[in-house]
């Protein structure tokens, strides 16, 4: 069983930036694709970023390029979110998630598609 908690949320004026923190209590982090999604107020849970477990290139949704980065640390098993450049529609609950194993570039995204999910930490954005 794979735990995860996030961390480093908070509110933050538009222009701000925060970075998120996922720390994972599995021993086998290191083989784990890592994902970031949020969900906002009334809205579906929607795909952020994810990184597979070798590192390499990561996947982004498209509202974030240019201003969010995804990262790990498998010797911390932790994997984080730096978000930049933050605007008022960032605003959402976001959440650490991790698949064991590979995932296809077209899969990523996809949230069923991971097996353990954190609590989530709220992110609020003024304008």
């Known amino acids: 069983q794979v735990q995860l908690a996030e961390s480093g949320g908070g509110l933050v004026q538009a222009g701000g930036s925060l970075r998120l923190s996922c720390a994972s209590s599995?021993?086998?982090?290191?083989?784990?694709?890592m994902g970031w999604f949020r969900q906002a107020p009334g809205k579906e849970r929607e795909f952020v970023a994810a990184?597979?477990?070798?590192?390499?290139?990561?996947y982004y949704t498209d509202s974030v390029k240019g201003r969010f980065t995804i990262s790990r640390d498998n010797a911390k098993n932790t994997v984080y979110l730096q978000m930049n450049s933050l605007k008022p529609e960032d605003t959402a609950v976001y959440y650490c998630a991790a698949r064991l194993g590979m995932l296809a570039a077209n899969l990523v995204t996809v949230y069923s598609n991971y097996d353990y999910w954190g609590q989530g930490t709220q992110v609020a954005v003024s304008s």
């Open positions: 990184i597979k477990w070798s590192g390499g290139t990561p």
């Open positions: 599995g021993r086998t982090f290191s083989t784990y694709t």
